[in-house]
């Protein structure tokens, strides 16, 4: 797993994918935190970072999408997928070791907006002013995000060869997890269902822990989704059927 | 189904030449015999392990270089057969890294992107793929195809020299491969083996007729050489030159020569012509 982590890592250094998703992940949170008029905290008269974690899972849906479009399609498009089972690893610690990479890429795009809640804890009314537990709460739910994303990313391109396709696929079972299932919720058809459909969805476990409630229930949550689509993954894997 | 009941061993030490018409299942038997892809039905055995049950031990126990030899074209040769050593558990991976591009003359190339790498390179850095973690069993997916001759000469010699410590499977369409590198050769079309045995004896004995090439000084015409008994039929190539195709098995020179005799001519060259293995798969493989 370390082997294939470690050249998936590189493989994210040397062909610029990382520095890439990490600029563009910290200028498009810059942009709206900073300096948009209608979301800039500073305008804004509250200190905390809420413009940050609703803005964050919409970006994250595209750049991990992006980063994992071509962790299996290009294996098995190229064909290196051959030379890559053929060697004495499990399939597991293939998925795990490029599941753990692009979790790496989401972490190291997360990190340097730490200077944000620097800034924004400094620059409070009275320094120090804003919701620290609700504020790290926050960052543990955007990391767990992440890691079902990478999961969503690694599935969607082990079931198909074409990355463009495993791009849209993965950011649509995205954008199903995360929101669909709130909005299904508040349809009328729904009545009586909704709240079962909403607590499936992404965004109602996110926003608990946004709270700064570390509820054990939201943690099994995220593992078992992210755990849910490695275990698909390694299905796909298995069958060979390519 | 592009595998149907095929059978064969190899005893360790053997060179193998895997024949037969594209579409045949070569491809498909080594997939199987690497663990790459499972087969439906039956059981195979490399290195003694079993492919379905200890396939992780197989996989330690076998090189493979797959067909259009596949790899990460933005990796470094050191960096790649880094990973690769990496993934099979060698140890002293630097030693082991070194003495490898040695073996496979990647010395000049082993800082390069495999991208930037010609074709015969490339088809280096795959064998150095499969060899570095010191494999009893390679297996060998066309190994030279797409390759120019001055290349698929030196992959060939190669090969052959890696053959004489291990045993090797190689695949191939392409006869000159076999009869340059192979002891034995399994033919196989349509998902069935057709033949299986050793390179010199497939030539001669798919072969009913020996063919003589001849040239005379001298006049001689065809129904001359026909009157001769065991002559089956006779070819000319030019104004001098014949080619007389024997039905006896027996070395028929001296009769040619008694014949020159007779008539009065001179024989300015004599040659039995062997039947070639490309001769040998035509005949097994088109119907």
């Known amino acids: ?242 | 189904m592009a595998v149907n009941d095929i059978t064969f061993s190899i005893s360790s030490g053997e060179v193998v030449g895997f024949l037969g018409p594209n579409g045949a299942g070569k491809s498909t038997t080594m997939k199987m015999l690497t663990c790459f892809i499972p087969q439906t039905s039956g059981s195979a055995k490399v290195n003694g392990f079993d492919i379905g049950e200890e396939s992780i031990k197989v996989r330690q126990s076998v090189g493979y270089l797959p067909e259009h030899n596949p790899l990460y074209l933005d990796m470094y040769v050191i960096e790649y057969l880094g990973f690769v050593a990496n993934l099979q558990g060698v140890k002293n991976t630097k030693t082991t890294i070194k003495d490898i591009i040695a073996d496979t003359g990647l010395e000049l190339e082993q800082r390069k992107k495999i991208g930037a790498l010609s074709k015969g390179y490339r088809q280096r850095v795959g064998l150095a793929q499969a060899l570095i973690h010191d494999p009893e069993v390679l297996i060998l997916d066309e190994p030279t195809s797409g390759l120019d001759p001055n290349q698929i000469e030196d992959i060939r010699a190669l090969i052959k020299r890696i053959g004489e410590k291990k045993t090797v499977m190689l695949s191939t369409h392409i006869m000159q491969e076999v009869e340059a590198i192979c002891d034995r050769v399994i033919i196989i079309d349509h998902g069935k083996i057709v033949a299986d045995d050793s390179t010199s004896n497939l030539k001669t004995s798919t072969s009913r007729t020996v063919s003589y090439l001849v040239e005379f000084k001298g006049v001689t015409s065809k129904s001359q050489i026909k009157a001769m008994p065991w002559v089956k039929a006779v070819v000319q190539e030019s104004d001098t030159k014949w080619i007389i195709d024997s039905n006896s098995d027996n070395n028929m020179q001296e009769d040619i020569f008694r014949f020159a005799v007779d008539n009065g001519l001179v024989i300015t060259s004599l040659q039995q012509v062997e039947n070639s293995l490309e001769d040998v798969f035509h005949k097994l493989t088109k119907k």
């Open chain 1, 1 to 242: 797993m370390r082997t294939i982590y470690i050249k998936e890592i590189r493989s994210f250094l040397s062909s610029f994918i990382a520095y890439i998703v990490i600029v563009v992940f910290l200028i498009a949170n810059g942009l709206f935190m900073w300096i948009f008029e209608d979301t800039n905290v500073l305008d804004f008269g509250y200190a905390n970072m809420d413009t940050l974690f609703e803005l964050s899972p919409w970006i994250l849906m595209f750049l991990v999408s992006a980063i994992t479009m071509r962790s299996f399609s290009e294996e098995k498009k190229v064909g290196t997928i051959e030379t890559l089972t053929t060697k004495p690893i499990s399939d597991l610690s293939i998925i795990m070791g490029k599941f753990f990479a692009g979790f790496t890429l989401v972490l190291f795009s997360l990190l340097p907006t730490i200077i944000y809640f620097y800034s924004v804890y400094q620059l409070g009314e009275t320094a120090g002013n804003i919701d620290t537990g609700a504020t790290f709460g926050s960052y543990l739910g955007l990391l767990m995000l992440g890691g079902v994303y990478v999961a969503i990313g690694i599935f969607a391109s082990a079931i198909t060869e074409n990355q463009i396709v495993s791009f849209v696929l993965s950011l649509f079972v995205c954008f199903i997890f995360y929101m669909a299932f709130d909005y299904l919720g508040n349809l009328d058809a729904f009545k009586g269902t909704d709240f079962f459909l909403e607590w499936i969805g992404i965004n109602f476990h996110y926003r608990s822990i946004s709270k700064g409630v570390l509820d054990t229930r939201d943690v099994i949550y995220f593992l078992s989704l992210t755990g849910l689509f490695i275990w698909l993954t390694k299905i796909v894997f298995e069958s060979r059927k390519w």
